[in-house]
């Protein structure tokens, strides 16, 4: 079983639709969680952060569920720009510094 | 801005060449690692250094070796290339373990191996 899995998509959704990603880990013990994106052929970079609380940047909205598991991205309002693959992120104990990654999730938005 | 700088976007070797991968990052982070990412795999941990001439196997570290002999730079070796070696490889550095433990990539090496 992963470690942190994704649907690896593709979701294909037209300009100003809202769309969202789910993402499970296994590890309870894990403390911190991210969302990455990665265009075509370049390198992941931070998207967000994921809070506990929840948290929003503009259009884009995370949330974790610790007693599910889950993380949760919502993009609202997809700009063409949005096309890219989106990859979970979790940091399973502070003293391994490493991250693990998810496989992502390929979003293609339409004009 | 952090910068990751890795020596070559695109390399071809042949089987059984050294290959070495070469990552300098200009922040002053302890911290560097090295992945390679397969289409379905996602990104998997080779290696990683939290210090100076101090490593660390991450999940996949067979058949690879890695240096770090100064603070801003490490290395991955292949000491004999493989066909099932051929794929992207990224290189990251972060600060010390923080609660946030934000990493920083460099634009990847695509490696054949042929």
């Known amino acids: 079983r992963k470690e942190v899995e994704q649907d690896p998509g593709p979701f294909n959704v037209p300009e100003g639709a809202t769309v969202a990603f789910n993402c499970t880990y296994s590890?309870?013990?894990?403390?911190?969680f991210f969302w990455y994106r990665q265009d075509c052929r370049k390198e992941p970079k931070l998207l967000m952060s994921v809070y506990s609380s929840g948290n929003e940047d503009g259009r884009f909205t995370a949330q974790l569920n610790r007693a599910s598991q889950y993380i949760s991205l919502l993009i609202r309002d997809s700009k063409l720009s949005d096309s890219a693959t989106y990859l979970c992120?979790?940091?399973?104990?502070?003293?391994?510094?490493?991250?693990?990654f998810g496989s992502g999730t390929r979003l293609q938005v339409q004009p | 801005d952090v910068k990751v700088t890795q020596s070559s976007r695109y390399l071809v070797k042949r089987t059984g060449e050294k290959v070495f991968l070469e990552c300098v990052q200009d922040m002053d982070h302890e911290n560097m690692f090295w992945y390679r990412q397969d289409p379905g795999l996602g990104l998997r941990l080779i290696y990683f250094s939290y210090d100076v001439k101090m490593k660390e196997k991450g999940d996949i570290p067979e058949g690879y070796s890695v240096s770090r002999e100064k603070k801003e730079r490490f290395s991955l070796i292949l000491e004999s290339a493989s066909t099932n070696q051929t794929s992207m490889y990224l290189c990251?550095?972060?600060?010390?373990?923080?609660?946030?433990?934000?990493?920083?990539f460099g634009a990847g090496t695509r490696l054949s191996v042929l």
């Open positions: 990251a550095s972060s600060l010390p373990v923080t609660e946030r433990n934000i990493q920083y």
């Open positions: 992120v979790v940091n399973e104990d502070t003293g391994r510094r490493a991250l693990t």
């Open positions: 590890n309870s013990a894990s403390q911190s």
